[in-house]
């Protein structure tokens, strides 16, 4: 149990377009979901906390108007990363938690790649 | 929420047990240490968690003395699978959110 889906797995956009990311949970509800970015040989940087039916939280130093998120649904969220650019260009991961459980759900990433 | 110390890198080979100490000296009375693994280009899986003295599942074991200020993640007898970083979390505030450290770098030869 406790799936947690990506789509697409990777993508290659040119500079200028927008490119969405979705997140769902497969097998459970969730009530908050977790958008991080990673660089290659980096840790993983939390970019924001969404909430089912309220605006996301971002975290310092992320653009909110350039990482649109959305979680219309305990099932899905999305990041819409706009008017994308080269240094944009990372491994996006989203994460679900149900609500009272500790433990978090992770997703199987998102390579971007913007030419 | 803890700041967490782990070594960046660390070398095994395979059959071994291996140990990865995470330091949080400012752990909270209310925080759970929780550890993930992470193999590239995937996201992190949760391995285990503790609040105080052993915890143990199928995979791992996770070691906290009396103070909590430290921590031991123990994989017995790795496999070349067992290749992953290996991040150390400590607590979380009401929004649960997870701040990653920098995690450890671990290599299993043949």
């Known amino acids: 149990g406790a799936v947690v889906s990506q789509h697409p797995s990777w993508v290659i956009c040119k500079s200028g377009t927008s490119v969405k990311i979705e997140c769902r949970s497969l097998d459970f509800q969730a009530t908050t979901m977790f958008w991080y970015r990673q660089f290659p040989k980096q840790s993983l940087m939390l970019m924001a906390t969404?909430?089912?039916?309220?605006?996301?939280?971002?975290e310092q130093g992320v653009e909110k108007d350039k990482f649109l998120i959305n979680h219309a649904s305990l099932t899905l969220s999305t990041l819409t990363v706009t008017s994308a650019h080269p240094e944009d260009s990372s491994f996006y991961i989203c994460s679900a938690r149900v609500g009272g459980d500790y433990e978090q759900y992770f997703g199987p990433g998102t390579r971007l790649t913007v030419t | 929420l803890a700041k967490t110390t782990q070594p960046i890198s660390m070398d095994s080979y395979e059959g071994q047990e291996v140990n990865i100490t995470c330091s949080h000296n400012n752990i909270a009375t209310n925080d759970y240490i929780t550890w993930y693994q992470q193999f590239p280009s995937q996201g992190p899986r949760f391995i285990i968690q503790?609040?105080?003295t052993k915890v143990t599942n199928e995979v791992a074991s996770l070691f906290i003395p009396a103070d909590r200020k430290s921590s031991t993640l123990s994989l017995p007898r790795v496999s070349l699978s067992d290749t992953a970083v290996y991040y150390c979390?400590?607590?979380?505030?009401?929004?649960?959110?997870?701040?990653f450290g920098s995690g450890t770098r671990l290599l299993v030869r043949p």
């Open positions: 979390l400590v607590g979380q505030d009401s929004s649960y959110k997870l701040i």
């Open positions: 969404s909430n089912e039916g309220s605006k996301a939280t971002y």
């Open positions: 503790g609040y105080k």
